[in-house]
């Protein structure tokens, strides 16, 4: 009975911490940082198990969200297991006409030719892959598409949201990654999915 009366007790806790992760759950949404809004109320329900706590978990969340501008991003279960690193490499194509095609966002269904100075994504007018002001995840000089030996590379551009290739690799800034026809990534999350194509 007294295991009961506990488990009972401590539900009841943590349906009171859930309350109280409404507000960054719900702030996150508003501010566009859902990452950081849900993880707060993961931390505001567990807390409950500590009377008192939950209040500080939830300010403090309150004010992550307030000024950080990076959201925490969830770690994303691959749709593909990433290729063997004996795979050979990428062989020179700059001869060859590239595209790429937005599979989802707000571009979508469009594409673009990958030329000689290649591509440059973001919000800004001087970008060629031009989002529309204020798109969620992309700033305004967002990543770029370059040639290396005849190669496509892809290099992310100190981004706020960050760039990922299609298994969820993210890529560090300013570090170049090969692109093959076929290849897929995305901006911010996988709203604003690409892939590299052949006409």
Excluded at 36 to 53: N, Q
Excluded at 90 to 112: D, E, F, H, K, V
Excluded at 162 to 182: E, I, N, W, Y
Aim: charged share 10%.
């Amino acid at each position: 009975m007294i295991v009961i009366y506990f488990i009972l007790g401590a539900a009841a806790l943590m349906l009171l911490g859930a309350v109280a992760g409404l507000l960054p759950l719900l702030l996150g949404r508003y501010f566009n940082r859902p990452g950081l809004g849900k993880l707060g109320m993961l931390c505001c329900t567990f807390s409950g198990l500590l009377p008192g706590l939950q209040l500080p978990v939830a300010v403090g969340f309150v004010l992550a969200i307030l000024i950080k501008k990076a959201d925490f991003i969830w770690p994303q279960r691959s749709e593909a297991p990433p290729p063997p690193r004996t795979s050979p490499a990428p062989q020179p194509m700059q001869g060859n006409t590239l595209y790429i095609t937005a599979l989802s966002g707000p571009l979508r269904g469009q594409s673009y030719p990958v030329g000689r100075d290649g591509l440059l994504f973001g919000c800004d007018p001087s970008c060629a892959v031009r989002f529309p002001s204020g798109t969620p995840g992309v700033s305004h000089r967002h990543c770029c598409i370059r040639w290396q030996q005849g190669v496509p590379v892809l290099m992310d551009l100190n981004s706020t949201y960050g760039t990922f290739m299609g298994d969820g690799r993210k890529l560090p800034p300013s570090c170049p990654a090969q692109l093959a026809a076929g290849s897929r990534f995305y901006l911010g999350d996988t709203s604003c999915l690409f892939q590299l194509t052949l006409p």
